[in-house]
């Protein structure tokens, strides 16, 4: 592939035909001197910049600039472009980064929303809004400017052929053309291009440097046979691989073909030199064939529910439907449906997932249904690969875009519908600035796009069930798993029982044991959920009782046998086990509690000849490693899976009939007022991950509070009891939703300054206004982290708006007391008060 193809592949979009943007040439704002530009600084004001000469024209709003702030550059995004000139003199912009705005009106309005109402600065807003991570992308793109162009004709015909600066001039004319290429056909362009660019006739751009396919690496390629085949001559793997093509037409992955023609990734890049093949970047990191699965017709339930959904996109209005289905009620189908009716009407689709769904296997699942028209925005995508797929969908080459949290952003034309899949999720919370809930994003975003909302859950979260409760959502159920599957049978399973009968402190009761090795001598499969990685949840001496904690939080370290070390879980700190007790130095050391690690190695002990796999954050180094270890589950390599929460979601195996749960207790003490609510959620969906075959599935849980109702209500899969007695609870103690919320960190590396400076805070608080209660100052529960001190407001509101207003005035008595830019932290709708 020459540079000018490479070029035009990352200029103009998969499908020009789809893409109705003029081209560059033609883009024509309208001339403005100067610029407000909003940059990622922790303040809230934008900043004015003048325009040189050469960008008073492209300069729109939403386009990305780079501007000198201080002695810095920093990347920001223009707000708005006008003639007023500000009273101080302005700088000037350096650079403009993109052609097109990035950002749309209605995705800088959406920022601006998110700005206000999380009380976040709109700069590190609008920064987390966009995908491209690396600020600056390697890579110009010389055009002429209107003044380049006008002077020319004259240069041109002043100027010898050979003159380079006519040489550069004459190639510009046609079309832009990027430095590779002009350093590439014209060596002696370098100094010709410097001059004019400093006379403003020529105007470069930054783009991304696509790298050449040919170089990346099998499994990261597709191939197929170019359309005019050249007659060249070929070595036998390159006939044997284009007898093979011919075979089978189509594309495949390079690596997969491997297995089928020998040498044939050699080959496949040999032939794509002489363009007998064509070689093309998979459009993510899936591998195989997408094997086009035909829908299922969808059952009474369902077709009931899609229906509601239909009309709503239909008329065109903003609508937010709850989904509540429990696992297995064929959710997704629901899903797909309405994103076809969304395409056939001509408009876009948004999926958003949590974290740890979207594998490249679920993706797969996507391409097969909509083929070229989706678009995966996933974090473990290189910044080049996200950038394609985020263009993709800007140019509307995909229609549907699926992507986690910060998805919601992604720019999906003339957007119909958003479909947030277990909304209750709270991998959709972020919990960094600006800290915006995913789903509540989604919500709003749809409702100035007149866009219809999914939420769908087995478990949908108080919030959402409420909202449902009172008409601002409309409920839809599905209150059975598809094809009259039986829901699993739950069993409780007594630990103080079993400890009363058997004298033993066992890891695993008689019964879980007994169910496993029934499910081993069947040839079926178990799951088993531990909610702690590690060994041993921590290291405590004997003699003085002291345990070992991390140097940087208040926490103790968890023990990890396999790296004979013990780590912290929150800032992963990491020493050696120690063979005296630091504090009184006996040689007593001794391990508490379990993690999974030692689940593992104890049911090794136990059923010596069970095939085990496990699957917590320690096993998994990659998403791609995290997928090969569930695909080899899924094939049957292994009887059972040990793991963490992230066992617990979405994972769809017929042969799994037994699930295990080690301890429902684990959350039940932490100290957030979603406990309960998290335990029972887990319980649930852990509980859905049996019997979704043909088999009917059986769950134990293990427990020492069988009669705490998020465990017992777990244990008889009855959502509306659990949501009604949790609603009481809220009501009762004014928690959501039965109030707004809002948490405030005071932090320092000195706990003095974290005292003294939430004292204060504690002062400008007092007395709190109308409507508004605020407990603290208190040490947070985890009152050390990564090294920093932290105390904590927790603030409950009856009216949003009077705790907004109150948020914003804390923000700017930190701003005018000059506090560091890490001392507050504004958590708007918190989901964890650790
Ligand atoms: P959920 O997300 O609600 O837990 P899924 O959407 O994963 O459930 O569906 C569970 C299984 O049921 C999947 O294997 C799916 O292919 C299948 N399924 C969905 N709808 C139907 C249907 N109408 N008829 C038959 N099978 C279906
Ligand atoms: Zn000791
Ligand atoms: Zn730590």
Same mark, same amino acid.
């Given at each position: ?40 600084? *922790? ?24 501007? *000198? ?30 052609? =097109? ?95 004019? /660019? ?11 440097? $696509? ?16 359309? !005019? +085949? ?16 011919? @075979? ?106 949590? !974290? ?78 600006? +800290? ?57 399973? $007594? ?46 001496? +004997? ?61 090794? +002990? ?20 995290? &997928? ?56 649930? =969906? ?30 008889? =899969? $009855?959502?509306?009891?659990?949501? &009604? ?18 948490? @405030?960190?005071?932090?320092? /590396?000195?706990? /003095? ?7 204060? @805070? ?5 007395? *709190? ?22 105390? =904590? ?42």
């Amino acid at each position: 592939m020459s540079d000018f193809g490479r070029f035009d592949a990352t200029r103009s979009p998969e499908r020009p035909d789809a893409n109705s943007t003029p081209p560059k040439s033609e883009i024509r704002n309208p001339k403005s001197l100067f610029c407000d530009v909003s940059l990622p600084v *922790p303040l809230d004001q934008a900043f004015t910049y003048a325009l040189p000469e050469t960008l008073r024209h492209r300069v729109a709003p939403g386009c990305r600039v780079l501007a *000198p702030f201080g002695t810095r550059r920093l990347t920001g995004v223009v707000l708005r472009t006008h003639d007023d000139p500000p009273e101080m003199e302005a700088r000037e912009v350096l650079r403009l980064i993109d052609a =097109q705005p990035v950002l749309d009106e209605e995705l800088l309005a959406l920022g601006k929303w998110i700005g206000a109402y999380y009380c976040a600065p709109l700069g590190e807003v609008l920064r987390g809004m966009l995908p491209l991570a690396s600020e600056i992308r390697r890579g110009k793109i010389y055009s002429l400017t209107d003044a380049g162009r006008d002077a020319t004709r004259q240069l041109l015909l002043d100027a010898a052929a050979e003159d380079p600066v006519a040489q550069v001039l004459r190639a510009l004319e046609s079309r832009p053309l990027s430095a590779a290429y002009l350093a590439k056909k014209l060596p002696l362009a370098d100094k010709a291009i410097k001059s004019l /660019e400093k006379r403003g006739f020529i105007f470069p751009e930054q783009v991304e440097e $696509d790298r050449d396919p040919l170089r990346a690496p099998s499994e990261r390629l597709r191939v197929e046979l170019a359309g !005019e +085949r050249p007659e060249v001559k070929m070595s036998k793997p390159e006939r044997e691989l284009v007898a093979f093509l011919e @075979l089978h037409p189509g594309t495949h992955n390079l690596k997969d073909l491997e297995s089928a023609v020998r040498s044939a990734s050699a080959a496949a890049r040999s032939l794509g030199r002489k363009k007998v093949v064509i070689l093309k970047r998979e459009p993510m990191a899936i591998s195989g064939v997408y094997a086009a699965r035909t829908p299922h017709a969808l059952n009474p339930p369902q077709q009931e529910a899609f229906a509601q959904i239909r009309d709503t996109i239909v008329s065109r209005q903003f609508r937010t439907f709850l989904l509540h289905g429990v696992t297995g009620s064929g959710k997704t189908e629901v899903y797909l449906s309405a994103i076809d009716t969304v395409l056939a009407a001509g408009r876009g689709a948004l999926l958003l997932v949590p !974290e740890i769904a979207l594998t490249p296997a679920m993706a797969a699942q996507f391409f097969a249904r909509f083929g070229d028209r989706v678009a995966i925005l996933h974090s473990a995508f290189t910044d080049n690969e996200r950038a394609e797929q985020w263009r993709k969908i800007r140019s509307g080459g995909a229609g549907v875009a699926v992507g986690t949290r910060s998805g919601v952003f992604a720019p999906v034309r003339n957007l119909g519908l958003i479909v947030v899949d277990e909304e209750h999720d709270q991998s959709y919370k972020q919990e960094e600035t600006p +800290r915006y809930n995913g789903r509540d994003v989604a919500i709003v975003r749809a409702k100035a796009a007149g866009a219809c909302v999914v939420l769908g859950s087995a478990t949908p979260s108080l919030e959402s069930r409420y909202n449902a409760g009172r008409g601002k959502y409309t409920l839809l159920e599905l209150p059975d798993r598809v094809e009259a599957r039986p829901m699993p049978q739950v069993e409780l399973i $007594d630990m103080r029982v079993e400890f009363l009968e058997t004298r033993r402190q066992a890891t695993f009761s008689r019964r879980l044991l007994e169910a496993i090795s029934f499910r081993l001598e069947n040839g079926e499969q178990t799951m088993l959920l531990l909610n702690r990685r590690g060994f041993s949840s921590s290291v405590a001496c +004997r003699a003085c009782g002291e345990r070992v904690g991390c140097v940087n939080c208040s926490l103790s370290l968890t023990y990890h046998r396999r790296d004979r070390r013990m780590l912290c879980h929150y800032c992963n700190y990491a020493e050696k086990v120690p063979s005296r007790c630091p504090k009184c130095q006996s040689e007593h050391i001794y391990f508490l509690g379990m993690g999974s690690e030692k689940v593992e190695e104890e049911l090794h +002990r136990e059923l010596p000849k069970a095939r085990i796999a496990r699957l917590d954050r320690d096993t998994v180094s990659g998403k791609r490693h995290y &997928e090969s270890i569930l695909q080899n589950f899924r094939e049957g390599h292994y009887d059972i899976l040990v793991g963490t929460q992230m066992i617990a979601k979405g994972h769809d195996i017929p042969n799994v009939t037994l699930v295990g749960v080690i301890s429902a207790d684990i959350g039940l003490g932490m100290p957030d007022f979603r406990a309960a609510e998290r335990t029972f959620q887990i319980l649930t =969906q852990m509980s859905g991950r049996a019997g979704r075959g043909n088999l009917p599935g059986v769950v134990l849980i293990q427990t020492i509070s069988p009669d705490h109702y998020a465990v017992r209500l777990a244990g008889r =899969q $009855d959502y509306q009891a659990f949501y &009604e007695r949790e609603l009481e609870f809220r009501r009762a103690m004014r928690y959501p939703p039965f109030s707004a919320m809002a948490n @405030l960190l005071v932090r320092s /590396e000195k706990q /003095e300054v974290a005292m003294r400076l939430s004292g204060e @805070l504690g002062q400008f608080l007092t007395p *709190p206004p109308e409507q508004l209660k605020i407990m603290g100052p208190a040490e947070a529960p985890v009152p050390r982290l990564k090294n920093e001190y932290r105390y =904590q407001f927790l603030i409950k509101a009856a009216n949003r708006t009077v705790l907004n207003e109150l948020l914003h005035r804390v923000r700017h008595y930190a701003l005018d007391r000059k506090w560091g830019a890490t001392a507050l932290v504004i958590d708007v709708d918190p989901v964890t008060l650790m």
